[in-house]
T-cell receptor, first 112, second 113 residues
Framework: DSGVTQTPKHLITATGQRVTLRCSPRSGDLSVYWYQQSLDQGLQFLIQYYNGEERAKGNILERFSAQQFPDLHSELNLSSLELGDSALYFC???????????FGPGTRLTVL | AQTVTQSQPEMSVQEAETVTLSCTYDTSENNYYLFWYKQPPSRQMILVIRQEAYKQQNATENRFSVNFQKAAKSFSLKISDSQLGDTAMYFCASQTGANNLFFGTGTRLTVIP
């Protein structure tokens, strides 16, 4: 158990819908990263937050957004869902700069 | 830009034997970190080992060790005394500073009883 929690574990929804994925980092970790793992794109970085502020953006679509709250948990919002958004979404956390990232169990999103 | 290449999509090894997974990377940074993560059928991403680029000594964690060749930009993972529980996808990844991880495409390792 990495100490990073993600909810829900599985999510099944329809095209055009909106979903919210939640992540709670390890105790004391200030940095949260979101990654997407799909069959055709592999593991890709989406976005990073550090202590409530957006730190870096990767291949995140405009339909996707995220935020980190004062209690340091983070949410990833996916809207206008398409079939291609079906993937495993991971959250990872680390204490600060250059520290090892520990991954949550992931949320499996299926868009029908 | 960073790239990470894993040229072995699949490998297999007999239980109790030793196997080496290959990884090459490319970065223009001087200060970076390299990782191997394991993803078993449960899909959880588990840290196996970490190497700081400024350290010449190869990292080891029990049965897992790396061969870090900085000039060649090579970072291979050796698994000794392979166990059935080592069956998983293994991802090589690089990181510079406080930035995100860049992952390779993975190597699927099967340990044969």
């Amino acid at each position: 158990d990495s100490g990073v929690t993600q909810t829900p574990k599985h999510l099944i929804t329809a095209t055009g819908q909106r979903v919210t994925l939640r992540c709670s980092p390890r105790s004391g970790d200030l940095s949260v990263y979101w990654y997407q793992q799909s069959l055709d794109q592999g593991l890709q970085f989406l976005i990073q937050y550090y202590n409530g502020e957006e730190r870096a953006k990767g291949n995140i679509l405009e339909r996707f957004s995220a935020q980190q709250f004062p209690d340091l948990h983070s949410e990833l919002n996916l809207s206008s869902l398409e079939l291609g958004d079906s993937a495993l979404y991971f959250c990872a956390s680390s204490t600060q700069s250059a520290d090892t990232q520990y991954f949550g169990p992931g949320t499996r999103l299926t868009v029908l | 830009a960073q790239t990470v290449t894993q040229s072995q999509p699949e490998m297999s090894v007999q239980e109790a034997e030793t196997v080496t997974l290959s990884c090459t990377y490319d970065t223009s940074e001087n200060n970076y970190y390299l990782f191997w993560y394991k993803q078993p059928p449960s899909r959880q991403m588990i840290l196996v080992i970490r190497q700081e680029a400024y350290k010449q000594q190869n990292a080891t964690e029990n049965r897992f060790s790396v061969n870090f060749q900085k000039a060649a930009k090579s970072f291979s993972l050796k698994i000794s005394d392979s166990q059935l529980g080592d069956t998983a996808m293994y991802f090589c990844a690089s990181q510079t500073g406080a930035n995100n991880l860049f992952f390779g495409t993975g190597t699927r390792l099967t340990v044969i009883p």
